[in-house]
Nanobody, 117 residues
């Protein structure tokens, strides 16, 4: 059974930093790309970071590029999201995701990030 458990969220001031972690279990972690999404109240879920398997290539939307860094530790089955220079508009619930195939798309429970102005 696929399980994704996020941690590391919290309240931070504008300009601050947070590091999110996602502990994965129940599947061959090193064999899959991993993603972080976020969802703010009243908005659609947004992809904020992707890291590929094997080569760990990363990709970010313009809204977080240069501020967020995704990384993975395949020995610990964990994916991270380092968030720097946080802005109030980064406030959201952040979710870890693995898409194993067209019908198996798994999510964690989410972790709240709140950036105060």
């Amino acid at each position: 059974q696929v399980r994704l458990v996020e941690s590391g969220g919290g309240l931070v001031q504008t300009g601050g930093s947070l590091r999110l972690s996602c502990a994965a279990s129940g599947f061959a972690f090193r064999s899959y790309d991993m993603r972080w999404y976020r969802q703010a109240p009243g908005r659609e879920r947004e992809l904020v970071a992707t890291i590929t398997k094997v080569t760990s290539e990363t990709n970010y939307p313009d809204s977080v590029k240069g501020r967020f860094t995704i990384s993975r530790d395949d020995d610990k089955n964990t994916v991270y999201l380092q968030m720097n220079s946080l802005k109030p508009e980064d406030t959201a619930v952040y979710y870890c995701n693995v898409r194993m195939n067209a019908v198996r798309n798994s999510w964690g429970q989410g972790t709240q990030v709140t950036v105060s102005s």
